[in-house]
């Protein structure tokens, strides 16, 4: 599993959260698990590929929010998806 970091500024109630979890799934239909936390303004993403980072933040700024960087990494192993 990959685990995708996105800062994201702009999200203010948990509506926003929605917004971009939706626009993250719209965007890429196969992800396994997306968090977002308007208090650590950022996206958290666990998919089994690799994401296209343009093609994720266009998903988020079409919905308003402002993405920023971006990090990627194998998520831990025992990691699981319900949970935590």
């Known amino acids: 599993m990959i685990k995708t970091i996105l800062e994201v500024d702009g ?3 948990g509506m ?7 626009s993250v799934r719209a965007a890429f239909p196969a ?10 303004k950022q996206t958290e993403i ?3 590929e690799p994401l296209d980072e343009q093609k994720l933040k266009d998903a988020i ?3 308003g929010y402002i ?4 990090t990627a990494s194998e998520a831990k192993k025992g990691f ?4 935590r």
């Open 11 to 13: 999200m203010m109630c």
């Open 16 to 22: 926003c959260e929605a917004h971009v979890n939706d």
């Open 31 to 40: 992800v396994k698990k997306v968090t977002s936390s308007r208090a650590k």
């Open 46 to 48: 666990l998919s089994e």
């Open 61 to 63: 700024s079409a919905t």
């Open 67 to 70: 993405p920023g960087k971006m």
């Open 80 to 83: 699981h998806l319900f949970g």
